[in-house]
């Protein structure tokens, strides 16, 4: 089995060991898995490079979805020969599936909620907390149906490729519902890490005037997924108990957590704000929903990155 | 007369120099009235001090209104002998007559939209453009009513030193309506000035993204004040019209146009958000009014406002 994997970020790197072992090239520690080193069989600094005349079987897009900046389907064009090879964005957010569909329809693309709690540092060590989950789906359309998912070769071919890996595998019957019920967390709480003055998670689900408006800005986000995705986001979690579920996870975490939308601001990259925000924002306004709160912190996280990024170099 | 301005920053100073003129202390230079000197009669550095016998006429409170920090009636304790002494508060934003009205249920208090563009520099220098007027009108309630003001004495007087003080006077029939108007404005910009990562008043109202959220929250900002007054705010511009004049203002405007809030923010002292948006929110609440991007920037600007505190010493 031939796997591309693009992105050697901390995602990326982590499943990369865990679906190959060989020695050298990335160190890995992880509370899960203990301390690990990996040479891939090839690491290329492009995806043309990449393109050595095989056909991947797998092509697993780890990188950040930034689809403001670039269109991440083009990227693949020198390593994608037929419609054969399975796209799997490992990425949070919605709507990071529409520029793949376009530029391959006829190519199956699973889509994934993702869970790894890893995070790179400067010397290329990746540490690794206790989360190597994967949710999947094969991406159908944007209301996630994927009922009877193992009757689809694609979808119990990449369960056993995980689960034999030591990945835990989860194929729930909608993947874009899970993928909303996270966004609702994310999209409220990520842009207000940036703009309240760079506070951590545990900061803002302890201010009661924070945590208020997260809770309101989750509300305007399960209505949105809701109404998208025709029903429920969870199937114990009705909408009224999302909220509190989701900051009484953020105050059991180690602090400070920082968020990843803040980890990326402070370092002066790009967030990740389309397909958190953006995408979700026009799937409100598409379905004639208000999202007030939602599309202030859009606004001004996006003029704040305007001046943040400018301050560097272009890269 | 015996006036007791209280606050030496721009405005009290500006203030200070066209109502008296003596020489040394304080050096101005203005646009509109040339290069000034002043010597005040006496300078003390508290209300405690001033407290010399002698009746005051008028108490000019030019201080920033920060009712969430100490009770702004509090301080004047010391220098009001009798109901007979005009409350004078040169300062902008909603309810900060709330504070004297239940300490000084008696005393006439004059309440206003202030103009001045002046700007205090650590020399002592105040620097003003061509701006000195002041809009006020004898505070009788929230509504603002002050039909026929000038048949009151209170109003008649106080027009006439400012006059001959060479300031411009205006007494419009409704001053809270005016306070609103200017409200509307400094509500939405001001907490956006600093929450989307310290831009300039002409960067917010240029960016596309930012000028519609202005615009936006202008209108929030708009249904509350008509609410909370009983009609339009202006004479002239229709609701629909005054966010436009805003912006156009803001554009015309030389630049970089730092906000007030912004450049208190930057100096790391306490931002007038109670007067500009807390008690704006809090009548909107009574009135079953939503404001959602105004209470969203709220939020944000005092979580940012607790860690630019915290990172100094309290004073």
Redesign the interface.
């Known amino acids: 089995m031939h796997t591309l994997i693009v992105g050697a970020g901390s995602v990326g790197s982590m499943y990369q060991i865990m679906l190959q072992s060989k020695k050298n090239g990335f160190s890995i520690e992880s509370l899960r898995y203990g301390k690990h080193k990996f040479i891939p069989d090839g690491v290329y600094s492009s995806c043309k490079d990449a393109s050595t005349g095989q056909e991947y079987d797998y092509i697993m897009v780890c990188t950040k979805a930034l689809p403001n900046i670039a269109d991440p389907a083009e990227i693949l064009k020198p390593v994608i020969k037929s419609n054969k090879t399975v796209i799997v964005l490992v990425q949070n957010g919605i709507g990071i599936e529409d520029p793949y569909v376009k530029t391959y329809p006829e190519n199956p693309i699973i889509t994934c909620a993702v869970y790894v709690d890893g995070k790179q540092k400067p010397n290329g060590l990746v540490e690794h907390g206790k989360l190597m989950e994967l949710a999947y789906g094969l991406h159908k359309n944007k209301k996630g149906d994927n009922s009877d998912p193992f009757k689809n070769g694609v979808i119990s071919n990449f369960h056993n490729i995980l689960t034999s890996g030591g990945i835990t595998s989860i194929v729930p019957t909608n993947i874009q519902k899970l993928k909303w019920f996270k966004n609702v967390w994310n999209a409220a709480i990520s842009p ?1 890490s940036v ?5 951590s998670g545990g ?2 689900a302890r ?1 009661p ?2 945590r ?2 997260l809770i ?1 800005a989750m509300k305007e986000m399960i209505k949105v997924g809701e109404t998208a995705t025709g029903g429920p986001l969870h199937d114990k979690l009705s909408a009224s108990e999302i909220p509190d579920y989701f900051i009484n996870y953020t105050l059991s975490l180690p602090e400070p957590f920082i968020l990843s939308m803040l980890q990326d601001y402070l370092n002066k990259k790009p967030m990740e704000h389309h397909v958190i925000l953006k995408n979700p924002i026009d799937e409100a306004k598409k379905l004639g929903i208000d999202v ?2 939602i ?3 859009y ?2 996280l ?7 990024l400018s301050s560097i170099d272009k890269h």
């Open positions: 207000m703009i309240s003055g760079k506070h900061d803002l201010n005037g924070t208020s408006l309101k007030p709160i599309e202030t912190m606004e001004l996006i003029m704040a990155e305007k001046k943040n």
